[in-house]
């Protein structure tokens, strides 16, 4: 999970918004001014605008990835070449919502299926996780009793819990999501737990001295002051819950983005493979930095 | 009610449990503070001055003796007592307003519109009209702690409470809050207990300065009446012989009297 250093990209690529361009174009005109004020020389008049190497940058890495792959494709293999998974992708987003049975669907809707499989179980463990976090967080010895059992199953791949899931369940749509539950309840609970564990005594305090009620207490201190390490939980959760929707779905079949790969392995359509690996990054992305975005409306201070 | 016997604190002591043993912290501690009457604690660092704030706040509660308000036991916290904290502890998620709102909706039983304009009220008298709905990471730390006065004083307590209120500020913003604070004190009448570090702070605000010897188990060492005419003025007293040799009083207090302990102190941490 490196949401730092991703939103730093996501920034610097910013710089192509005109109102941001103009604002570091303005900084460094003054400081072309300034330096050549100072010297007499105007040398750095001149200069390149400090925004065009944070926009080159990923450009220039893409392009190399790019042109990586290209060289690999032309050295044979099965690894078809850029610009027929290009070709391949304008095909397929064309029409991304088209049904033909339940074997042949668009992207769109295979995407779509994964994402509510995706919603359902991490809402599921919303709703457990987070209230036994606060409980966890708030008694020493709830949380003495179970860390025990979060330490010794948290490590375990959530995969390993699909038979069970199978077995309980008797189909593969509810045996995925409760994948999907277990897997995004562990980050959700710790990090609730933690939250309410580093709420600053000086706010508890507060609540002391002015009696406030139980009810005060949770909503104006306790929530609001977890909120913060309960949105990571979410993000944590939501990443690791689409790197496992695609395993999960690659073994129990139906629709959905993990499937789709799968059924295209079996088809031998490579192409299409590759689509769907960009695919599933480029959502992965955006659920992350939609949690980011999130996260720092809640970030006080 | 014995006005000269507001606030009590008789034989009050404080031992906190630790791993390697008991550690006291206070012990043997007598105060009795008239109703208006603005005291300060001044003392090293460490000598438990916060810890007997806290003993009144009710956050703590005495190990021995007894504290008394208004002729009531102190047992716990209670918005009879406005506490205001040295890093202002507002609440973050809330807007300075809301801070001191949450205080006033908790303590009176007014209809909302009445509530409202306490709020008003409280944070004008500190002359924050104009940031009522700014978030206190939007405002300077004088700012901040002018909400924790206002927020302490809007529950309009028996008793003020204020633990260095000022040590985190610069100088100029501390001194302009002090004038804030005798003139708000001096509006209001209220009763205030404050710890402070500060000598010029003390002997400026205080009627009277108790300074306390060092701890462990540290008392009272002695209390000194200042008895300044009011409203004081900070130029004016600069040059006053009164005021320095108040302050040179209590200066002595702090670094000849408890000067020998402070050596040994800090010989151990070297």
Redesign the interface.
Known sequence: MSAIPLRKEFLAAAPAHPSAAMLSGRVDAAKARESAGGSGTGYRRARAPEWLPAVLAPLVGLALFVALWAILAKQGGRIPDPATVFAAAVKIFADPFYSKGPNDQGIGWNVLSSLKRVGIGFGLAALAGIPLGFVIGRFRFVSGMAAPIIALLKPVSPLAWLPIGLLVFKAANPAAIYVIFICSLWPMIVNTAVGVRQIPQ??L??A??????EW?VFT??LF??VLPYMITGVRLSIGVAWLVIVAAEMLTGGVGIGFWVWDEWNNLKVEHIIIAIFTIGIVGLLLEQALVLLARRFS?? | MDPNRYLVVEGAGKTFETRTGDFVALTGIDLAIRKGEFVTLIGHSGCGKSTLLNLV???LTPSEGTILLANRHVE????D???V?Q?H?L????TCFENVY??VE??FDDKKAKLRDRTHQALELVGLSSAEHK???EISGGMKQRVGIARALA?EPKVLLLDEPFGALDALTRATLQDELMRIVEKTGATVLMVTHDVDEAVLLSDRVVMMTNGPAARIGEVLEIPLPRPRARLALAHDPRFMDLRAEVLEFLYAKQVHKVAKASLKVA
């Open positions: 000086d706010y305090n507060v002391r001295v002015l009696n406030l009620s005060k104006k201190i609001p002051a006080y201070g | 706040s009710g956050l716990g916290p209670g918005p007592r406005g506490v904290f890093n502890s609440l973050p998620w809330l949450l205080a908790r303590v978030y206190p990471h529950i």
